[in-house]
């Protein structure tokens, strides 16, 4: 009985963090090359009127690029950190804790999807990949 009221209270707690917080994923820009960097942040915004409390472990915080995910992050601590975040304020997980990703001649040119991952709960964005052709010189004789 005792662990079905935890289960119930975390369950009560999510549910009430997620009715008062959006979340976002993010990246440093909109258009990336061949060689650049993709720093990638996710971000919990507390819209509503009283403090939340997220319970995440180091694992609970993720995301991929379209399907690939570099995966940085196993094996890791399961210690559970509360993030409290006061009424509109905002609490964001970037580089300090995602790793980048490299764009590489892997990734084709044009649109692609960006996923964050907070503890199961998706949020997706969009990004592109433009690969600057090098000119060609040619001397003619």
């Known amino acids: 009985m005792k662990t079905l ?15 008062q917080v959006r979340f976002s994923v993010l990246t440093d820009k909109s258009v990336y090359e061949l060689g650049d960097s993709i720093r990638v942040s996710i971000k919990a915004v507390n819209e509503g009127d009283s403090s939340g409390t997220l319970f995440l472990t180091l694992c609970d915080i993720d995301y991929f690029v379209d399907d690939y995910n570099l995966d940085a992050h ?10 409290v975040i006061p ?5 964001s997980w970037g580089t300090d804790y995602l790793p980048l990703f490299p764009v590489t001649d892997t990734l084709a040119p044009g649109r692609h999807a960006v996923v964050g991952e907070l503890n199961g709960y998706w949020i997706s964005d969009t990004f592109s990949i433009d690969y600057k052709q090098e000119a060609t010189v040619r001397h003619t004789r």
């Open 5 to 19: 009221g935890v289960f119930l209270l975390i369950a009560v707690t999510w549910a009430s963090i997620f009715a």
């Open 87 to 91: 009424p509109h304020d905002s609490v």
């Open 74 to 83: 196993r094996p890791c601590p399961l210690v559970i950190v509360p993030y």
